[in-house]
């Protein structure tokens, strides 16, 4: 079933009123694009990049910051380079870490090439289906984790990424599209600088 789903839509639902103690990682290209495009802030960290790590460093900074909610918003391939961390995650049970993971089926970025999330092509459908990435994590441990598809479950997925006490996995089936490059800024260095101090201070 090809997905209806916006990523813009739904990252907007999920970023909603964030206030000061919503952290936010985003995997590279498009969702780094998606966070700021919902409205840059000092608590957006995206990785710009930096391919397959978007969830070990939500899982770092959950741990880091038990009383902050982390929201980690990434994109099939970013998660299909580091399947190991679902494992970890599961093993490290982080209450305040939900990961969101806006699955196009696609190398958005890169020019739109299939991941292993699409249906191989010409399979028949049992044999042929993609990699499901709730199951994968559900299967690493993570026991909340699931699919979203349709506009009707977005606030309810807006609800438990922030609130519901995770981990919690969602992978949410969403369309390709050519949206405007909204980006953040550049320098990684000022980046994690501006994070560090919105979180810490000045410690
Ligand atoms: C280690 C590494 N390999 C390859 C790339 C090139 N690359 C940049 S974005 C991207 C695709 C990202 O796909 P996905 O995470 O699904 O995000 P989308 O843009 O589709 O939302 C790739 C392969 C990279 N940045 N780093």
Same mark, same amino acid.
């Given at each position: 079933m090809p997905a209806t789903l916006h990523r813009r839509a739904v990252v907007k639902a999920l970023m909603q009123?964030?206030?000061?103690d919503l952290l936010v990682v985003a995997g590279l290209g498009q969702c780094t694009w998606d966070i700021t495009a919902a409205g840059d802030r000092p608590q957006n960290m995206p990785?710009?990049?930096?391919?397959?790590g978007a969830a070990m460093v939500g899982l770092g900074l959950a741990l880091a910051q038990p009383r902050k909610r982390v929201l980690v918003i990434t994109g099939d391939g970013d998660m299909l380079m580091g399947l190991g961390s679902l494992a970890t995650i599961a093993a490290q049970r982080p209450t305040n870490l939900a990961v969101i993971v806006l699955d196009?089926?696609?190398?958005?970025?890169?020019?739109n090439q299939a991941t292993?999330?699409? $249906?191989? %092509?010409?399979?028949p459908t049992e044999r042929g289906a993609g990699t499901d990435l709730a199951a994968v994590a559900r299967g690493c441990g993570i026991a909340d984790s699931a699919v979203i598809a349709h506009d009707s479950d977005v606030p309810q997925l807006a609800k438990d990424a922030r609130t519901?006490?995770?981990?919690i996995f969602r992978t949410v089936k969403v369309m390709t599209e050519v949206l $405007?490059? %909204?980006?953040?800024?550049?320098d990684g260095a000022y980046l994690k600088d501006r994070f560090r101090h919105a979180v810490l201070g000045t410690a």
């Amino acid at each position: 079933m090809p997905a209806t789903l916006h990523r813009r839509a739904v990252v907007k639902a999920l970023m909603q009123d964030p206030g000061d103690d919503l952290l936010v990682v985003a995997g590279l290209g498009q969702c780094t694009w998606d966070i700021t495009a919902a409205g840059d802030r000092p608590q957006n960290m995206p990785l710009w990049g930096g391919m397959g790590g978007a969830a070990m460093v939500g899982l770092g900074l959950a741990l880091a910051q038990p009383r902050k909610r982390v929201l980690v918003i990434t994109g099939d391939g970013d998660m299909l380079m580091g399947l190991g961390s679902l494992a970890t995650i599961a093993a490290q049970r982080p209450t305040n870490l939900a990961v969101i993971v806006l699955d196009n089926e696609k190398f958005g970025e890169t020019g739109n090439q299939a991941t292993h999330t699409a $249906p191989a %092509t010409g399979a028949p459908t049992e044999r042929g289906a993609g990699t499901d990435l709730a199951a994968v994590a559900r299967g690493c441990g993570i026991a909340d984790s699931a699919v979203i598809a349709h506009d009707s479950d977005v606030p309810q997925l807006a609800k438990d990424a922030r609130t519901k006490p995770g981990p919690i996995f969602r992978t949410v089936k969403v369309m390709t599209e050519v949206l $405007p490059q %909204t980006m953040p800024p550049k320098d990684g260095a000022y980046l994690k600088d501006r994070f560090r101090h919105a979180v810490l201070g000045t410690a």
